[in-house]
């Protein structure tokens, strides 16, 4: 029985790697044809390739790790192990500020607020971007050092008692800044969310009081972008669920079993948003659609050619 459900969730995570990975390089070819084609590209199109780039080498990494710790142990020594480690730890850096970016960046281009501050920072959302993956880089490089003490430190020999406070240590050190690491940008990204349901609420409010629809372009655009952020959160919140019990597994994790599973649900992230990018997405909508329609007339055909 237990083999059967390991099975299952193989299964699973090859699907949400297969499907995960399609979303993510149908989001960067799509942009990079029409880079291609209009010699431009905008900044919320930068910003998605990048992030689509980031989550197929994330992906790619915790693949990785689930065959390296579930199906061949023997592969994970400490060089590889350790290098697994910190691709995982460079590729979920910037899958997480790069989608903390984009809330921004939906917060600047599409909220209105009469505060000088939030004017003076949306006429410069590039430069506000730009600082915030800058700051970022100092998360990423403690948290690289942490991930390499850590590692190394497992593999210490000498007294137990002092190996094992050692451990321990490292453990909590690497617990600690991975939260402070992830923390920050969902802090980051709720805050505005926030403040696009606030920019909402005031366009509403000024929309009844001239008597017109609420329905405007505006309103939609809001109800868009604060679709793409929620959906964000919620992934990234069950996201970091997965990934603390997965840190302490090695001390109380009941199973191998329950082990797989949270693996299971930690593709769901990575996989399922960029999906969600796509649909709340104009263009990546409209060409997504087509290629379906296409694939979907071209299997008819072969159907119906079929003797």
Not at 4 to 22: D, K, R, S
Not at 122 to 128: A, F, L, N, P, Y
Not at 201 to 223: A, E, F, Y
Not at 244 to 260: D, G
């Amino acid at each position: 029985m237990v083999n059967f459900l390991l099975n299952i969730f193989a299964i699973l995570i090859i699907t949400e790697f297969v499907l995960g990975n399609f979303a993510n390089s149908f989001i960067v070819v799509v942009n990079c044809l029409d880079w291609v084609k209009r010699q431009k590209m905008s900044s919320a199109d930068q910003i998605l390739t990048a992030l689509a780039i980031s989550r197929i080498g994330l992906l790619c990494v915790m693949l990785i790790n689930w065959y390296g710790t579930v199906s061949n142990p023997d592969l994970f020594r400490l060089e590889t192990r350790l290098l697994v480690h910190i691709a995982w730890t460079a590729s979920n850096h910037f899958s997480v500020w790069l989608a903390t970016c984009l809330s921004v960046f939906y917060l600047f281009k599409i909220a209105n607020f009469s505060s000088f501050i939030f004017l003076h920072l949306k006429w410069r959302v590039k430069s506000v971007i730009l600082v915030i993956l800058l700051v970022s880089s100092f998360f990423l490089v403690f948290h690289v050092a942490v991930v390499s003490i850590y590692e190394l430190t497992k593999e210490y020999e000498g007294n137990i008692t002092r190996q094992s406070r050692l451990v321990n240590i490292a453990r909590l050190s690497n617990m600690t800044v991975f939260m402070l690491a992830n923390f920050v940008p969902f802090v980051i990204s709720l805050t505005s969310f926030l403040l696009l349901i606030f920019s909402l609420w005031k366009h509403l409010q000024k929309m009844q009081s001239g008597g017109n629809r609420c329905q405007d372009p505006s309103t939609k655009v809001h109800i868009r972008a604060m679709q793409t952020v929620i959906s964000f959160l919620l992934l990234l919140a069950g996201y970091f669920l997965t990934l603390i019990v997965t840190v302490w597994s090695s001390e109380w994790l009941p199973t191998k079993l329950f082990y797989v599973f949270c693996q299971t649900f930690g593709f769901v992230y990575p996989s399922s948003h960029s999906f969600i990018l796509i649909w709340g997405n104009k263009k990546l909508k409209q060409v997504f659609l087509s290629v379906l329609y296409q694939g979907k007339y071209w299997l008819k055909e072969q159907k119906l050619s079929t003797p």
